[in-house]
């Protein structure tokens, strides 16, 4: 890659989709006016990927799939794999069933803008997870929901019934714009509402646009109903803001895609949206993180602040891997922010490291230019420079429990333990959704943390509401261990291809056993927030968390210390391997040392922030194990 810096005011990105050296580059004034350019060897002389390759040739995202699902076979090849990605579905099997032939099973995950979820539509998920799945859902931490065990010859049923009720599984994989994220909490004031609005003008504004969908999906017919989100945002004009072309390198000459083009993005991009304050969806963790501003009245958006460069997926055992808090890029006014997000994607799509996939999230672009370099970089496709970051403080809330909307009705958070919904026993969660949605009516919100909220509830409803939970078995909120609350992990094993663990399954034995230590050291009162993965791509965003368990092997976990308790930088690694029977042994010590060392009401993510990683392991080495209580 060749770095050029250009002062002229007509300096443009080519579409050059270029690789990036691991290295940092030297920060500049992003004030200065000059404006970055990044050159592109010879199209002669590079060769792309396999992959990439595979995405040229694919018709925009149709092939080999179309042709694949019109096969008597129960699984589709590797090719189509990675295209049905896009479509919103992985294929899987389960590793617990033995056998000659793998048990091929595919998982869809729907598209849902700031996690709304009508009640029309769970009754559709409720009803194909029982007739087509495995008779459960699965809450994600963004913010929708996923359907496993579909099997193939069902597919399609599944994936037309969800796009003719108004919803889709499209963009919910790949390397396209994900699923945008919000803050859960559906206030009625203007600020909170302007979150949910933006938040589905920027799912339109980077949605594909390739017919392969329908062609695959609707036999080539529209859809009965349009995405619900697209309707509430025509007033935004969002296709003519899409479209607008400045001359600057945004645009491609692609009359499909011409915003990703049939390369589409080097990787998964994502976007999360939120108020001044509330950090409860992990803002740090997204690609974009936009941040509404107000005007002085509190009534209507003035502008936008804008993080770039968050994102959690690593490899174990290669230090050019990493997780990365997204750094502050600065303020747009309302007027120019679809432009501008369009400036800070064009610059992924063209400069993002498309020959290494390990480094193509847009993280490694912001990490080696620097962030003043970066900025530099999208103010050669915006046109301006880009106005400074206003500052904003950050707590963290999980909202669950009852609170007043602030328009005379109320939302409840309703605490799901690792997001799986599903019947056990007395434990009777999804016939408890399916009775609230047949009485009530009442639209649903995903919460990020794999919860769920339900809004625009009547007052004189609540006890009814309450009792369907309680005859579902359904415990309290106030009965919930806070570390429960604060603690999410992901699906792991049996059907991810990627865990080399437990997590799901594991993270609540994990729990009630940090539990049993804080009470034996006389701290049960402290709140620590933990997270587990079953493999270090970070899915359940661990390397935000005070305290994480990442799988590395059977039964075996690296922790992770130092997390933010409110979200806002990375953990540190601590111990390389931790058997899961010597979690108790591997704990004590480390909170011995926040109890003997703390400061007042400090937290403990903050705690081993501040001592760091060698003043932990100096203490631990000399600990023995009983010999600190609070």
Request: with cysteine; glycine share 8%; hydrophobic share 40%.
């Amino acid at each position: 890659m060749m770095i050029a810096i250009s002062t002229s005011a007509s300096a443009f990105v080519s579409n050059s989709f270029v690789g990036t050296p691991l290295q940092r580059a030297p920060s500049t004034n992003s004030n200065s006016g000059l404006h970055m350019v990044l050159e592109a060897a010879p199209e002669t002389l590079k060769k792309i990927s396999k992959l990439e390759t595979l995405k040229v040739n694919s018709g925009h995202l149709c092939e080999p799939l179309l042709s694949e699902m019109a096969t008597e076979e129960v699984f589709v090849n590797k090719d189509a794999m990675q295209i049905l990605k896009y479509h919103g579905s992985y294929m899987q099997s389960d590793r617990e069933v033995r056998g000659k032939v793998k048990d091929y099973q595919f998982m869809l995950r729907l598209k849902q803008p700031a996690g709304e979820l009508p009640s029309d539509l769970y009754v559709l998920l409720d009803d194909l997870s029982r007739d087509c799945g495995r008779g459960d859902l699965r809450a994600t931490t963004r913010q929708c929901f996923q359907l496993h065990g579909v099997r193939k010859g069902n597919l399609k049923t599944v994936v037309s019934a969800i796009m003719n009720v108004g919803s889709s599984t499209v963009g919910a994989c790949g390397d396209v714009s994900r699923n945008v994220m919000t803050t859960p909490a559906p206030f009625s004031s203007p600020d909170y509402k302007a979150v949910i609005e933006w938040s589905k003008v920027f799912a339109q504004l980077f949605r594909p646009m390739t017919p392969a969908f329908a062609d695959i999906w609707l036999d080539g017919e529209k859809a009965v109903t349009a995405e619900y989100w697209a309707k509430q945002v025509e007033h935004h004009n969002v296709d003519e803001a899409m479209l607008h072309d400045s001359g600057r390198g945004i645009i491609l000459p692609d009359s499909v895609e011409p915003l990703y083009g049939n390369r589409y993005l080097p990787r998964k991009f994502k976007i999360g949206v939120t108020v001044p304050g509330d950090n409860s969806l992990d803002i740090y963790t997204n690609d974009i993180g936009v941040v509404i501003m107000m005007d002085e009245s509190g009534k209507e958006v003035e502008g936008f602040n804008l993080m770039v460069g968050g994102g959690m997926g690593r490899t174990h055992n290669k230090e050019n891997t990493f997780p990365k808090a997204a750094e502050h890029l600065g303020y747009f006014p309302k007027e120019d922010i679809m432009e501008g997000m369009k400036s800070i994607l064009a610059s992924q799509r063209d400069h993002g490291n498309r020959d290494v996939r390990a480094n193509a999230r847009m993280k490694y672009l912001v990490h080696t230019l620097g962030i003043d370099n970066f900025r530099s970089l999208v103010e050669s496709y915006f046109g301006k420079p880009i106005q400074p970051w206003k500052e904003v403080e950050w707590k963290y809330n999980d909202w669950m429990g009852w609170w007043d909307q602030g328009d005379g009705k109320l939302f409840y958070g309703l605490h799901i333990e690792n997001g799986r919904v599903k019947d056990e026993g007395d434990f009777r969660l999804k016939s408890a959704l399916r009775a609230i949605a047949d009485k009530y009516h009442l639209a649903m919100i995903m919460s990020p943390s794999q919860s769920i909220m339900f809004r625009d509830v009547n007052p004189e409803d609540k006890e009814g509401f309450m009792q369907i939970l309680v005859e579902h078995g359904i415990e309290a909120i106030e009965d919930i261990d806070p570390l429960n609350r604060l603690a999410i992990a992901c699906p792991a094993l049996p059907l991810c291809g990627l865990a080399q663990t437990e997590a799901e399954r594991r993270m609540p034995s994990y729990i009630e056993r940090i539990r049993s230590v804080l009470e034996m050291m006389n701290i049960g009162n402290e709140e620590i927030m933990m997270r587990m993965t079953g493999c270090p791509n970070g899915c359940a965003r661990p390397y935000m968390a005070e305290l994480a368990f990442v799988g590395d092997g059977l039964n075996s976990y690296q922790i992770w210390l130092g997390g933010s308790p409110v979200l806002t930088r990375t953990a540190f690694p601590y111990v390389a391997r931790m058997k899961d029977k010597n979690l108790e042994a591997t704990m004590e010590p480390i909170l011995a040392h926040f109890i003997t060392e703390r400061k007042e009401f400090e937290a403990f993510g903050d705690f081993c922030h501040r001592v760091g990683c060698s003043a932990i392991e100096e203490f631990c080495e000399t600990y023995e194990l009983g010999s600190v209580k609070a």
